[in-house]
């Protein structure tokens, strides 16, 4: 079948049997389950029959759809591409299916016509129980569809990471995570994915933040964010490949077509070189410092506070790990710093930006910084608008400056909000894999825990293992989904 036709049908079927299921539920939860009209005496018994007539055949749609549906597209596909073996094969799956959707059929049309009863209905008690099974009503295509898609896979996935799938499904216990924990490319992954968690997420909420504050006091505000924005509608494999051809190489004597290099062969060590690669670098690296510092401070200080503001305990060892992780981001960069002003550049060199360890992951992680920025900085930029404007001209008139507005004023008031952006960067940077993937594949020491857990199921052919890495990547996001519930309830209190 063509794939037009076959993206058409599903699209009708689709719609069509949505509509249909909303409009037949309601009519029968209305009409038929619980009526709210009096019926006469010649009404009775075949308003009991059509219940169960309803009912039997809703029954009978769902387990044609369940169990007949498949079989008939497959039979039909079949008859299209010439396969005979096919049709006899789904021919006889066939026979058998039908007489199970008749059985089921059969069992719902008896079993209402057993429990509907036949007197007169009570028209109060009706309406108060439609009231109730109504919501349910729209909300069961979604609870099965999140079913069917996330909870089975989330235990299929399970099942797979404690079985080996090359023994026939048999039960290994944690042999698969034992394996994984062995394999040094795992750690690789688990490190990487911790650096990625401390940059991403940190330089993003505050380059989103500081664009929010800084778009709202320009007259072209608007057109800047747009701008900004804009990167949120590039995938990520298309801002990898925009970003692999920055860091492109070429040899000494061609054009240089990546922009970096182009402008690495622009510095021979004079004072510009020392400028823009010691000075600058130095600046920033200070400045990152500093706001880990700042957000390390304002996660550890409820600490000292009371039990309460640090949200219990289990809450109070979150924001110390949070702290510590500042703690060794700060010592990192100061490091850094050090190194800068002791390191001996190749002037003259094109570099192979994407093979430098270590560096070669803050490479990547730019890419997604520059995505997330225009998200962080849309969210934040609502947040910053909705603070009341009495507190911030009381602050004037206190003789507060711009800088102790922003961050003793504007910041505390909006912290909910910066933490649900921060925690949602950092869900999308566990599951980080498009931007590896596209311009390293996890060599030269950037391997993530996505790419790692695509590697041992689709090329190593390793369920269990490869499962076991996306269980550990579910149990990283999970106290994060966590930490985001509690503040979305605090809010609401």
């Known amino acids: 079948m063509n794939p037009a036709l076959q993206g058409l049908l599903t699209i009708i079927i689709g719609v069509g049997g949505c509509v249909s299921y909303f409009y037949f539920s309601n009519m029968f939860l209305d009409k038929v389950l619980f009526p709210t009209r009096k019926f006469s005496e010649d009404q009775l018994r075949p308003h009991r029959l059509k219940t169960a007539i309803f009912v039997g055949a809703f029954v009978f749609a769902i387990a044609f759809a369940f169990l007949l549906l498949p079989l008939l597209v497959q039979w039909i596909s079949s008859i299209i ?35 509907v009863g036949g007197g007169q209905p009570n028209i109060g008690r009706n309406i108060n129980r439609a009231e109730m099974i109504r919501p349910w009503l729209f909300v069961a295509p979604a609870v099965l569809a999140l079913s069917l898609y996330l909870a089975y896979p989330v235990f ?43 940059v991403v997420p940190a330089a993003a909420t505050a380059f989103g933040l500081l664009a929010a504050q800084l778009t709202d006091r320009i007259r072209w505000g608007q057109i800047a964010k747009s701008l900004i924005f804009m990167p949120m ?93 500042a703690v060794w981001l700060i010592w990192l960069s100061l490091g850094s710093i050090f190194g800068l002003f002791t390191a001996s550049f190749p002037y003259g060199e094109p570099q192979n930006w994407l093979t430098i360890p270590f560096w070669n992951s803050f490479l990547l992680m730019v890419v ?123 809010e609401m209190r």
Request: net charge neutral; aromatic share 12%; hydrophobic share 55%.
């Open 81 to 115: 591409k010439g396969d005979p073996l096919t049709e006899t094969i789904v021919a006889a799956f066939a026979l058998r299916r039908i007489v199970l959707v008749l059985i089921v059929g059969g069992l719902g049309f008896g079993l209402a016509y057993l429990l």
């Open 156 to 198: 299929a996935t399970l099942w797979y990471s404690v079985t080996d799938r090359s023994k026939g499904d048999a039960f290994v216990g944690f042999a698969n995570y034992r394996q994984m924990f062995s394999e040094p490319k795992f750690w690789e992954a688990m490190s990487n994915n911790m650096l990625w968690l401390i």
């Open 233 to 325: 509608a590039i995938s990520f494999v298309g801002a990898a490949v925009i970003f692999k051809l920055i860091y492109d190489t070429r040899p000494v004597d061609s054009n240089q077509i990546g922009v970096l290099n182009a402008v690495w062969l622009l510095f021979d060590g004079g004072v510009g070189s020392v400028v823009m690669l010691r000075i600058v670098p130095a600046l920033c690296l200070a400045g990152f410092a500093a706001i880990v510092g700042y957000v390390g401070y304002i996660f550890a200080r409820p600490i000292f506070a009371s039990e309460e503001n640090g949200g219990g305990w289990g809450f109070i060892a979150l924001r110390a790990l949070v702290a510590v992780g």
């Open 368 to 490: 997604l910084i520059w995505i997330q920025t225009g998200f962080a900085m849309v969210i934040l930029s609502a947040a910053l608008r909705g603070i009341p404007e009495e507190t911030i001209e009381a602050a004037i008139i206190d003789g507060a400056n711009p800088l102790q507005i922003f961050f003793k004023i504007k910041v505390p008031q909006i912290m909910g909000t910066i933490v649900v952006v921060w925690t949602t960067i950092t869900i999308v940077v566990l599951k980080v894999f498009d931007i590896v993937f596209a311009m390293t594949n996890g060599q030269w020491e950037t391997q993530v825990l996505a790419n790692y857990m695509y590697d041992k199921l689709f090329r190593a052919n390793d369920w269990g293992v490869g499962s076991a890495a996306a269980m550990t990547i579910m149990l990283l996001v999970t106290p994060i989904l966590v930490w985001n519930v509690y503040n979305a309830r605090k």
